[in-house]
Nanobody, 125 residues
Framework: QVQLVESGGGLVQAGGSLRLSCLAS????????MGWFRQTPGKERDFVAA????????NYADSVKGRFTISTNNAKNTVSLQMNTLKPEDTAVYYC?????WGLGPWTPNVVDYWGQGTQVTVSS
């Protein structure tokens, strides 16, 4: 069992930056690939970024490549998403995800084993 708790969301102006963090409980953090999804009202939850079990490989949605960076701190069981040059279309609830999936996606929500509760990111124009 893995519990995920996100933090770091908020309101930011377009062009600004935010850093999301996700704290994972349990002793099996390194057993899971970790990632982030986002969702807006009435739409499906979309893949944003992923990092492999080894933490050596990453993958990003085309819409965030070059602007977002996913990273982990295995000693602290955390996964972070650094978001730069934010755009109004990045506004969404962001969810931390853990999966036993071996590939790095882009993932669909059905491959996720554990979800965080979500954190709101709002980018004003």
């Amino acid at each position: 069992q893995v519990q995920l708790v996100e933090s770091g969301g908020g309101l930011v102006q377009a062009g600004g930056s935010l850093r999301l963090s996700c704290l994972a409980s349990g002793r099996t953090f390194s057993s899971y690939a970790m990632g982030w999804f986002r969702q807006t009202p009435g739409k499906e939850r979309d893949f944003v970024a992923a990092i492999s079990r080894s933490r050596g490989r990453t993958n990003y949605a085309d819409s965030v490549k070059g602007r977002f960076t996913i990273s982990t701190n295995n000693a602290k069981n955390t996964v972070s998403l650094q978001m730069n040059t934010l755009k109004p279309e990045d506004t969404a609830v962001y969810y931390c995800a853990a999966t036993s999936e071996w590939g790095l996606g882009p993932w669909t929500p059905n491959v996720v084993d554990y979800w965080g509760q979500g954190t709101q990111v709002t980018v004003s124009s």
